[in-house]
């Protein structure tokens, strides 16, 4: 909840600009968000309770700019209010700060590591995510936990976030056709939830095995009547 002095009057999201103009300099940092929100989007089906914003900017003050992170989570919020959807993230309209920000660090450093940390700190922001594909010495993901204001690294990979009740971490798969290292959510036992692909993928193969079930018990059958017919019983006046 917001707990910082606001104007008494303030403008709505319709009245703020959607984005920053930023154009984003690097693919993964749409495409690594987008996947975290399709599982979400499987996993969370009947609740209305969330949202998961990609490179939407989070107004905390009417007269600053927004804070534009590449995927960030909020609970207890409606899914959406229309069918127009959310323009932007306005803090005093939500009312609600996100759990989860996501940023995903490109060739071009954005002060992931310093502004942003601080300014998302600053915000009361619980977890604080970020994903590095280029790191050498050191883990590709940091995750922050905010504790006693302020963030405290968190260890492992994955790493459970019992506020959520998932867990957040990364390790190599395939995602729209392209084979590398992707984050996931995960169970709390450490087991990655399935892409929606390989949802569609694990449904169709389920039903193939029970055609082929189907198949074999059908065969069997015919083979046991042809059976019955050879010994001289008809299998249609068995009592």
């Known amino acids: 909840m917001l707990e910082y002095n606001l104007p008494r009057y303030l403008p709505s999201a319709q009245e703020l600009p959607d984005s920053d103009e930023t154009p984003v300099d690097n693919e993964l940092q749409e495409l690594i968000p987008g996947l975290l929100k399709a599982i979400l989007l499987i996993l969370w089906s009947e609740r209305m309770d969330w949202f998961f914003g990609i490179d939407m900017g989070i107004y905390y003050y009417p007269d600053k700019p927004p804070i534009v992170p590449d ?17 932007s993230y306005v803090l005093w309209d939500e009312n609600v700060v996100p759990i989860f920000v996501l940023e995903v660090v490109s060739q071009n450093y954005r002060k992931e590591y310093t502004t942003k940390l601080a300014e998302y700190e600053a915000l009361g922001v619980l977890y604080y995510v970020i994903y590095s594909s280029r790191r050498r010495r050191k883990p590709h993901l940091e995750v922050h936990k905010l504790v006693n204001g302020k963030y405290e690294l968190q260890e492992g990979n994955p790493v459970w976030l019992p506020e959520i009740g998932l867990g957040i971490g990364c390790e190599r798969g395939n995602y729209c056709g392209v084979t590398r290292e992707w984050m996931y959510w995960y169970d709390e036992q450490g087991q990655r939830y399935l892409t929606p692909a390989e949802q569609v993928k694990q449904e169709t193969q389920r039903a193939q095995q029970e055609t082929q ?4 018990a059908e065969q069997r059958v015919q083979q046991l009547t042809e059976q019955l017919k050879a010994l001289g019983i008809d299998p249609d006046n068995l009592d």
């Open 71 to 87: 995927g960030f989570l909020s609970l207890g919020v409606e899914r959406f209010y229309d069918e127009e959807l959310r323009p």
């Open 213 to 216: 079930r189907a198949e074999v």
